[in-house]
Nanobody, 125 residues
């Protein structure tokens, strides 16, 4: 089992930036893709970004592409989400997830085995 702990959330003004981190521990050797999801109040959880095991492949939700960047440091067992040009629509609880599925990248939440507790991101207008 893999344990995930997110950090880096907070309150930021529109146009600002935040960098989320997710530290993994436990049985990390069989983790392949990692991803970020978010859930806004009253809405369903949605996919935000995913990255392959070696970091060479990434995929983003259309509305964050060009503003958010996912990266990972396997030596530190950590995945990051750099978020720039934030707007109020980005306000949500952000969750980190790890997948042992054999795909290169994974956009479907049911294919993720482990989840973090979430970190709140609030963007004020």
């Amino acid at each position: 089992q893999v344990q995930l702990v997110e950090s880096g959330g907070g309150l930021v003004q529109a146009g600002g930036s935040l960098r989320l981190s997710c530290a993994a521990s436990g049985r990390t050797f069989n983790v392949n893709a990692m991803g970020w999801f978010r859930q806004a109040p009253g809405k369903e959880r949605e996919f935000v970004a995913t990255i392959s095991r070696n970091g060479g492949n990434t995929y983003y939700l259309g509305s964050v592409k060009g503003r958010f960047t996912i990266s990972r440091d396997n030596a530190k067992n950590t995945v990051y989400l750099q978020m720039n040009s934030l707007n109020p629509e980005d306000t949500a609880v952000y969750y980190c997830a790890a997948s042992t599925a054999p795909g290169v990248i994974v956009m479907i939440d049911i294919l993720y085995n482990s989840w973090g507790q979430g970190t709140q991101v609030t963007v004020s207008s």
